[in-house]
């Protein structure tokens, strides 16, 4: 037993060292690129999502995404010669370890932006470091109002949710003519800028808010936010959430028998949704910014790359990330610089990008925010997702 | 009528409590081990059964499969935490469960991905509806199943010679031995019973919610706590009432409070009923020895740091270590901010600083009076909301803010002791984390002062470091102040060990009707820890809200506090040094381990579980460890003999009173290990 104690003493002075010895190397890298950086032939962006925990499948999708769309850039030969590169970092969906990424690539003259996180609170987390050293941040996913006053330099890869949220209100009250209106939002900062606006919009519309429901991340269970919205008899429901609660939700809904008009968020789209959920979001609504029968070239070509490099269809996510990578490369195509060097003119190429993404026209408005996009409404019959006039 | 469906929605979630509660008490009936990866280990059979209907299995096939996965798992369990780490301190188990948790998790969401899946329920679609209401056979199956398993265990335990043998191994080991009965195999047995309940519960889980994902373990897990705790975690008709319990408050709070108002009533429900009945609704009264001042007497020790016969361990570290050490670590600190060029490495180290802050607040309340604080998060979170706000809206100076923060802390500090004084063991330290919890939920819920989950940006520290006229490097500024917190945080931490209140809670820690008996007021003084526990905790979360200069609700959850908390048993439980020592590895170690995204939590938890096993005091005292180990070669022959050769003998009078106790062979174990045991599992045969 001692004799295994010595060894464990032994072993413990190896990872010591070997931690000290990798820490020291990442330090010497860095430094020895100082005087090099533009000698590197490469253009570096820092990509931190969510890789483990429980936003893990969500960050996935946003890294399979990226990766599609620049996996096909490089083939073609990179960004002015110089193929495309990211440094990958897990945030595990926690806003302290993306701070912590974000002064890893500040220390880093290689990195020319900074592209996460998945949520707002990681992403906000971040960014503050990022501007400081000048590094502009392409958020995919982040919906914080506050996200793009934080700094120069942060722009957004999806429009906000409140687009969405106004679309959904004035689709209830005023194209199916419904009055009394029930919401149940996810409890994180998506939500409750989603519920916000989604409130306001019902009451500009002439419709009455019969009740606001918020579905706390931890509970899994909404069985009785289910008999609470029926107590208050709405005639028609909206559900801001996820893919994953949505599915729940769905079933505990129909299992009580009562059949309120309901409209999904954009999120839910996807196989996923609908091998989780089963039969139980029949009829249910859902506007989506990706549609992926849609008859744009576009679409049509990243849907059948992804599903043969992935062997699934994309979901909404990993369009988000391909469009991403999009941006990025429409911007750096312009600049003939790598590194250090090369975040500033990014970020006046950034300012000015206007594509045709697999979610829609991306246009910024100036201060990162993007135009609205347009989007098509969805939904469930029998058992899949169709396009529907509106 | 809306009352009605939702007590029924509480009866159907309740039972899904029941059945992970069930687990928890077996393995604390029969090990006394608090289990904390049973909720993995549900979620673990689940994915195991849902694999098998994948490969082509029926369901009922896909659960025997899924039955022995989880007996394997359950005996792996019981080989790490109990047979490996043997005679380890009590609160080893914990830790070394709770690795193993982080371990499967990982693995199972490495095997079969992070995406949710869907789970077959071949029974949905069944169900009475009325109203807005329904009550599915898969409710009724899952309600039956929690009753009937509770029944059949409870009858095993009382009449099968199996059954029974466990009970008297569990009540006093030695004796059962003397009677025949070989304790290996009937620990193994219990084990295999609850891998058992283990499986059953992962496939009704996965049936109530047709999904299942790698990380439903954490939050089904404190639940099934919750519910264990509520009953009185040693009785099996208390697991299942417990958890209908908390699942017909969570309906009905959710129905007429509001859904956010939720998971705050089933851990404020938790509380109340553990003021009440420290014991639980169907607790034995003999456990009333695990807490409060009166039953104390019944054990050696009621401190987390004896092992489960009552020996003090190792864990306390005998030889004091001077303070001037770790002010030498933080001009360390501070000495390596100037030297190292890189920004990065420089807020890692502020992390280092800040952390070691935190950890040193459980320092205080764990390595000097022997409380176990899980929810010590949230009160870093008051210390960091506080500083956030007034920087924000009041623009004060950092000497006010200071001032304030102080303030805050001592009251969160205070506010956390009020439940918790009256337990202690592990009643204590469940009950901190469910102060931890509200508190999360609190940060959450309260839009106006904390804006919920939209957090707080931009938040600066105000301008002090201003050298002659010139603004300092932000970054080696942040480094710097982060340290200098931390010397002021030892600063009362070193007022408070080494003066008289030192001296007394370290008397509590060993005895606490000893303490009691001597004339110290003992719930006095440990609120008094609390508070300044409270404090330290208060500076570390305002440095950190300055430090990432946005905060929100996710960054005080409950897996900062089991940061804070691995930390201090890394490094060394009694000494502030310890703390340092802690949050530099916990801190630097990710950072390293990032290039391995996929692997790292398993990394984490298996050098968790070595340090466990062989650096119980640990990092602070590995050279020591080293040298009485050569003195030793018998360290095997337990705690005592280590201690022994290797002790000192304290020079000044304030460690004298830690070490008498600790003082090995002088220690007389005068109360039979049985007695402690009593009553664990007597109680589960209802």
């Not at chain 1, 070997?18 to 590197?40: K, P, Q, Y």
């Not at chain 1, 962006?45 to 096909?72: C, E, F, H, M, W």
């Not at chain 1, 029968?293 to 990330?321: H, L, M, N």
């Not at chain 2, 009160?379 to 007034?390: D, E, F, Q, T």
Request: hydrophobic share 50%; charged share 15%; net charge negative.
């Amino acid at each position: 037993m001692s004799i295994s104690r010595r060894g464990f003493l032994a072993g413990v002075g190896t990872l010591a060292a070997g931690s000290l010895a990798a820490a020291c190397s990442v330090r010497t890298t860095n430094t020895s690129t100082d005087g090099s950086a533009s000698g590197v032939d490469l253009f570096r962006a820092g990509v931190y999502l969510p890789l483990t925990g429980d936003l893990a499948s969500n960050g996935k999708d946003v890294q399979r995404g990226l990766d599609l769309y620049i996996k096909q850039l490089n083939a073609d030969g990179g960004i002015n010669g110089h193929q495309v590169e990211f440094t990958y970092r897990d945030t595990k969906g926690e806003p302290k370890t993306a701070a912590s990424i974000a002064q890893e690539y500040a220390q880093d003259d290689d990195i020319v932006l900074g592209i996460g996180a998945f949520t707002s609170t990681a992403t906000m987390a971040a960014v503050p470091v990022l501007v400081k050293n000048g590094i502009p941040n392409l958020a995919p996913t982040s919906s914080h109002p506050d996200y793009t006053t934080l700094g120069p330099g942060l722009f957004r890869g999806t429009p906000t949710v409140d687009v969405e949220s106004r679309l959904t209100a004035e689709f209830l009250v005023k194209t199916h003519g419904k009055k009394k209106i029930a919401i149940a939002w996810r409890q994180d900062d998506w939500g409750v800028f989603a519920n916000d606006v989604f409130s306001a919009a019902v009451e500009e519309f002439g419709g009455e808010l019969v009740a606001s429901l918020p579905i706390s991340l931890d509970t899994k269970d909404y069985r009785s936010i289910v008999t609470q919205l029926h107590s208050l008899e709405p005639e028609a429901v909206h559900f801001a959430g996820q893919y994953a609660e949505g599915a729940v939700f769905a079933q505990q809904l129909a299992a009580t028998g009562w059949t309120p008009l309901i409209v999904g968020s954009g999120a839910l789209y996807g196989d996923k949704f609908l091998e989780l959920v089963g039969d139980a979001a029949e009829g249910w609504y859902s506007p989506v910014s990706f549609f992926a029968d849609a008859v744009s070239p576009v679409v049509q070509k990243f849907v059948k790359e992804y599903t043969a490099e992935y062997g699934e269809a994309p979901r909404t996510f990993a369009a988000i990330g391909y469009d991403s990578g999009h941006i990025l490369a429409e911007a750096a195509k312009t600049i003939d610089a790598t590194g250090k060097e090369a975040r500033q003119p990014l970020i006046e190429a950034l300012a000015k990008v206007d594509i045709e993404g697999a979610t829609g026209q991306l246009r910024y408005t100036g201060n990162g925010d993007l135009a609205p996009t347009p989007r098509t409404w969805l939904q469930i019959r029998d058992g899949a997702f169709v396009e529907v006039g509106v | 009528m809306q009352i009605l469906s939702q007590l029924v929605n509480g009866v159907a979630i309740g039972s899904v409590y029941a059945i992970v509660a069930l687990g928890f008490t077996i393995v604390f009936g029969v090990a006394k081990v608090v289990n904390f990866a049973q909720g993995s280990q549900v979620v673990m059979s689940a994915y195991v059964a849902w694999a098998a209907v994948q490969a082509g299995a029926p369901l009922w096939a896909a659960f025997l499969i899924s039955v022995v996965a989880s007996v394997l798992l359950a005996w792996f369990i019981d080989l790490i935490a109990v047979e490996w780490l043997g005679k380890a301190a009590e609160i080893a188990p914990l830790l070394s469960t709770m690795a193993l948790a982080y371990i499967i998790d990982q693995g199972v969401a490495l095997i079969w991905t992070p995406d949710p899946q869907p789970f077959p329920n071949p029974m949905a679609g069944e169900q009475v509806t009325f109203g807005g209401m329904y009550f599915s056979a898969t409710d009724a199956t899952i309600l039956g199943v929690s009753v009937v398993t509770m029944a059949g265990v409870a009858l095993f335990l009382r009449r099968a010679w199996l059954g029974r043998a466990i009970r008297a191994t569990a009540q006093d080991p030695v004796a059962a031995e003397q009677m025949g009965v070989n304790p290996r195999v009937t620990r193994l047995a219990a084990f295999a019973l609850a891998g058992i309940v283990g499986a059953v519960g992962g496939v009704l889980v996965g049936m109530y919610f047709q999904q299942i994902n790698p990380y439903l373990g954490l939050p089904l897990g404190l639940k099934g706590f919750a519910a264990a705790m509520v009953g009185g975690i040693t009785s099996l008709v208390g697991a299942v009432v417990g958890g209908i319990v908390i699942g017909v408050f969570e309906a009905l709070s959710s129905g007429f409070i509001g859904p956010e108002y939720r998971d705050l009533v089933a851990y404020g429900l938790l509380l109340v009923i553990l003021l009440a009945r420290p014991s639980g609704l169907f607790g034995s009264k003999a456990l009333r020895g695990l807490g409060g001042e009166r039953g104390a007497g019944a054990i050696p020790t009621t401190s987390l740091l004896a092992n489960s016969v009552g020996e003090p361990v190792m864990v306390a570290g005998l030889r004091k270590l001077k303070m001037r050490w770790s002010y030498a670590a933080v001009a360390v600190i501070m000495l390596a901010c100037l030297i190292i060029p890189s920004p990065y490495w420089v807020s890692v180290l502020a992390q280092v600083s800040i952390f070691a802050t935190g950890a040193l607040a459980l320092t205080l309340l764990t390595g000097q009076a022997g409380q176990v604080s899980i929810g010590h998060a949230a009160v870093m979170g008051v210390g960091a909301y506080a500083a956030a706000r007034l920087t924000l809206d009041q623009g004060w100076p950092l000497a006010l803010i200071v001032l304030a923060v102080i303030g805050s802390g001592a009251l969160a500090g205070l506010f956390m002791a009020l439940p918790v004084l009256r337990l202690s063991g592990h009643t204590g330290a469940l009950a901190t984390l469910a102060v931890g919890q509200i508190g999360y939920l609190a940060f959450l819920n309260a839009m106006p002062i904390t804006r919920g989950s939209l957090g707080i940006s931009g938040i600066s520290a105000p301008p002090i470091l201003l050298i002659g006229g010139q603004e300092v490097d932000a970054v080696l500024a942040m480094g710097l102040l982060c340290a200098v917190m931390l010397a002021l945080s030892l600063l009362i931490y070193q007022v408070i060990a080494r003066g008289r209140l030192g001296i007394q809670l370290r008397a509590i820690r060993e005895d606490r009707l000893a303490a009691s008996s001597t004339g110290i007021r003992v719930t006095w003084t440990l609120a008094l820890a609390y508070a300044v526990s409270g404090i330290i905790a208060g500076l570390a979360g305002m440095m950190f809200a300055y430090q990432q200069t946005f905060i929100s609700p996710d960054s005080f959850k409950v897996q900062l506090s089991l940061l804070l908390l691995t930390m201090i048993l890394v490094g060394g439980i009694t000494s502030p040094l310890g703390a340092i020592v802690g949050a530099a590895v916990l801190t630097i170690l990710p950072e390293v381990l990032r290039e391995i995204a996929d692997y790292r939590m398993i990394v984490y938890g298996v050098i968790m579980l070595v340090m466990v096993k062989y650096l119980p005091a640990g990092l602070v005292h590995l050279p020591r460890w080293r040298r009485s180990e050569r003195v030793a070669p018998a360290a095997e022959s337990g705690p005592s003999a280590r201690t022994g050769a290797g002790y000192d003998g304290p020079t000044d009078p304030d460690s004298l009173a830690a070490a008498v106790r600790l003082d090995g062979d002088d220690v007389i174990p005068a109360v039979d290990p049985a007695e402690e045991r009593q009553g664990v599992l007597v109680n589960a045969a209802h």
